[in-house]
C-alpha cells in the first residue's frame, strides 16, 4: 500500500530553519511528482510546495518562496523541504504527497501519513 512517513517537524524561533523528511514506500516513487501540504489548527490544507519526478522543476506558494526550498532522492523515496527564515504563520502540521497540482494532491488525502508539526515561536 501507498505510505509516506514525515519527519523532521520541531519547535523553533522565528528567523529559524528546519529540514523536513518525508520516506516513500508501496509504490514507483522516482515516477511521481510530490508536494508538500501543511494544515494550522482549524484551517483547511495549503499547498506548500511541488516538484516532478525527475527533480527538474520546483513549485512554490507564494506565502514561501525564497525561503523553503523542496529537493528529493529518488534513490533513497526520500523528499525534502529546507525551510529557513521561519515565521509563525509557518506554523502547521506538514504532510507530504503525491502530485504536483493542489487539486490532484488535496484528492489523495488519504495517503499523506501523519505528518510532522512544525511550530514557529518565541
Known amino acids: 500500500e501507498v505510505q509516506v512517513v514525515e519527519s523532521g517537524g520541531g519547535t523553533v524561533q522565528p528567523g529559524g530553519s528546519l529540514r523536513l523528511s518525508c520516506v516513500a514506500s508501496?509504490?514507483?516513487?522516482?515516477?511521481?511528482?510530490m508536494s508538500w501540504v501543511r494544515q494550522a489548527p482549524g484551517k483547511g490544507p495549503e499547498w506548500v510546495s511541488a516538484?516532478?519526478?525527475?527533480?527538474?522543476?520546483?513549485y512554490y506558494a507564494d506565502s514561501v518562496k525564497g525561503r523553503f526550498t523542496i529537493s528529493r532522492d529518488n534513490a533513497k523515496n526520500t523528499l525534502y523541504l529546507q525551510m529557513n527564515s521561519l515565521k509563525p504563520g509557518d506554523t502547521a502540521l506538514y504532510y507530504c504527497?503525491?502530485?504536483?497540482?493542489?487539486?490532484?494532491?488535496?484528492?489523495?488525502?488519504?495517503?499523506w501519513g501523519q505528518g510532522t508539526q512544525v511550530t514557529v515561536s518565541s
Open positions: 504527497a503525491r502530485g504536483r497540482r493542489p487539486e490532484v494532491v488535496f484528492s489523495t488525502r488519504n495517503s
Open positions: 508501496g509504490f514507483t516513487f522516482s515516477s511521481y511528482d
Open positions: 516538484i516532478k519526478f525527475d527533480g527538474y522543476n520546483t
